[in-house]
């Protein structure tokens, strides 16, 4: 009783005070102290009930024990508990087996894992097999986690909850959208549909593969909804590009009194784009605050995106400098963030800081640096820096690398040496690195070099709009009026048209938008009135 009510030092003066203990009272004692976290308590327990030979090592004693093996760190814990297990000859005890597996595999040894599964024979059960499928699913072995699933449907084990759950996160990490769909039929065969844990698991899976539309299916017709479900259609609508749809179910959450933690806050920080309100930005920024989650390093690397991309550098520096506990993605964060204002010789010196304390850079560090080089001219050390990816650093450069050079030597007009570079590739160029060289020719009207990328461009991507728009582009630039109609044509025949170009701006916690000759917005009578006064003023003016 004291043990379960987390009285553990009551329970231990009872515990010193009997004249006669056995199995059961150290039991007690050894699961008291580990479900407070006490190990060495815990543990010490288990070694001089052992060492005593007194007492009878049971199955309760041992997957007790085995419950506090969950982390790479006590693999060799587990290994020593197996040794007693054998000892004691309760290998084949199926609930003891099962705790090994579980603990196995939370110790991340998942061979070990599944060669306890293999040698356990008869004895398997549902949580036997839900054990194995689960932890090759938490080990990100997803080809093994689902193949075990399937192999364990084709018997007569009858899954239950979790293991369908588990199977349904295995599917989420293959972006298997067909066995996760058979899967779904299966649960509703079996009328595990309204168990919240399923629920979210299906609402994760049709997320990751992009089907929020079904997502959406599941949230809708839940009869409860809890943190997790709530977090996990959050996270979908995030990672979907759906902003507006994830900032709702967010404000939903903050007035239901749904407990935010800091997987939920660097979830809706992630849907900021450069047209994102920095004052909800600034208003989550307070929520942090309010929540003490400000040293937990997803939420700081979430602050300094968002303040980046909605202009606020200033911000995103302090949010940076503040965080305590910085990662390799903080690094790529800040420097991301002076790449994107500009400021290339900042973003320079902190790759060098960056260096100086330890912490690796990853392709992502190096697109950003190029990024960087791009925009302030360096183009010596752009190439230097794409070269230290796979010589220094055993990195292996992608399209998005090359495309950043051809448009670092674009911009300083050198397109021969960025066609030359092209032609040096060992992979083949992709549509990136062609709208890069277009790009480049459009920004200096050139239309031999243009012409040559629209046309690579088309063969990569045959829809592309931006081929069309940057040829178009060029030979306005030259005046040559005939050639841009002839582009005009062959988009209207090709049936691609132009984005239309879009602006905004935030007023009161607000963003309006705007198109060209936009008539919808709800002021725009005094919005166009107030032009027609101030293009009179100009002509006056001259």
Known sequence: ??????????????????????????????????????????????????DSGMYRIDQATLTTVLSACDNVDMVCVCEMIHLVVIRNGYERETSVGNALITSYFKCGSEDSGK????????????????????????????????????????????PNSLTYASSLL??????????????????????????????????????????????????????????????????????????????????????????????????????????????????????????????????SNGLINMYSKCGNLEDSVKVFYLTTQKNFVSWNSMIAAFARHGNGFNALQLYENMRLEGVDPTDVTFLSLLHACSHIGLIGKGIELLESMSKVHGISPRTEHFAC?????????????????????????????????????????????????????????????????????????????????????????????KDTGMSWIEIDKKVHTFVVEDTFHSQGEIIYGLLEELYKSMKDEG
């Open 405 to 497: 050079v051809v448009d670092m030597l674009g911009r300083a007009g050198r397109l021969n040496e960025a066609k030359i570079f092209i032609y040096g590739l060992s992979v083949e160029p992709g549509v990136l690195v062609w709208q890069a060289l277009l790009g480049a020719c459009s920004m200096h009207g050139d239309s031999q070099v243009g012409k040559y990328a629209a046309d690579k461009l088309l063969l990569a991507a045959p829809e592309s709009i931006s081929a069309y728009v940057l040829m178009a582009n060029i030979y306005s630039s030259e005046r040559r009026w005939e050639e841009r109609s002839e582009v005009i044509k062959k988009m209207k025949e090709v049936g691609v048209k």
């Open 1 to 50: 009783m004291y043990s379960k009510c987390g009285e553990v030092y009551e329970s231990v003066k009872v515990f010193d005070e009997m004249p006669v203990r056995d199995t059961v009272s150290w039991n007690s004692m050894i699961w008291g102290f580990l479900g407070i976290g006490d190990l060495t308590m815990g543990f010490g327990g288990f070694r001089r009930m052992y």
């Open 170 to 299: 295995a599917c989420s990490g293959l972006r298997a959208l067909r066995e996760g769909h058979k899967i779904h039929c299966l649960i509703l065969k079996s009328g595990f549909q309204l168990d919240l844990c399923v629920e979210s698991a299906l609402m994760d899976m049709y997320s990751k593969c992009g089907s929020m539309e079904d997502a959406c299916c599941i949230f809708d017709g839940a009869e409860e909804l809890d943190d997790i479900s709530l977090t996990v259609i959050l996270v979908g609508f995030a990672q979907n590009g759906l902003e507006e749809e994830a900032i709702k179910i967010f404000v939903k959450m903050v007035k239901a009194n749904i407990t935010i933690d800091s997987n939920v806050v660097s979830a809706i920080l992630g849907v900021f784009g450069d047209d994102g309100s920095l004052g909800l930005g600034m208003q989550i920024h307070s929520l942090v605050i309010k929540k003490r989650l400000c040293s937990n390093t997803f939420v």
């Open 115 to 158: 060669r306890v599964f293999g040698e356990m024979g008869f004895g398997v059960n549902v949580i036997t097999w839900t054990a194995v499928i689960s932890g090759f699913a938490q080990g990100q072995l997803y080809e093994e986690s689902l193949g075990l699933y399937l192999e364990m449907r084709a018997g007569f084990v009858e």
